[in-house]
């Protein structure tokens, strides 16, 4: 089941990668409709046919067949914006400067334990009640 998740997750990686949006895969049968409808008009082959309406031949096709401007428009994978990442990568060169130590002779410090509690001894704060 794992493995099921892991490539589902990575095709969807994948596509979203590429472009490819559930729209996209939807218009995949007007896709190859308007392939077969080339093909019976036009007598284009399939390498033709993609020339034509996503290669160097788009241009004049367009301007040559401005009836089917509707029917292009409706073709899958004709995204108008681009959507590119680009990540810049800076390698900064980060020195730490090692410092030299001199250790230096160890001095006895003269710690006096203090007492601090020692006012509690004096007077005890809970004392019984006295009667007046």
Known sequence: ???IIAISLSFLVFFQSAGLGMSDIFLLGRF???AQYHSENYGDDFLTFFEKHYGSLKTDHQKNHKEEEQEHQELPFQHISCHHVLT???????????????????QLHAFHYQNLYS???KFSIFQPPKFA
């Open 88 to 106: 810049d990568l800076v390698l900064v060169p980060f020195e730490i400067p090692i410092v030299k130590v001199e250790i230096s002779k160890k």
């Open 1 to 3: 089941m794992k493995t």
């Open 119 to 121: 006012s509690l001894e």
């Open 32 to 34: 190859v409709e308007h």
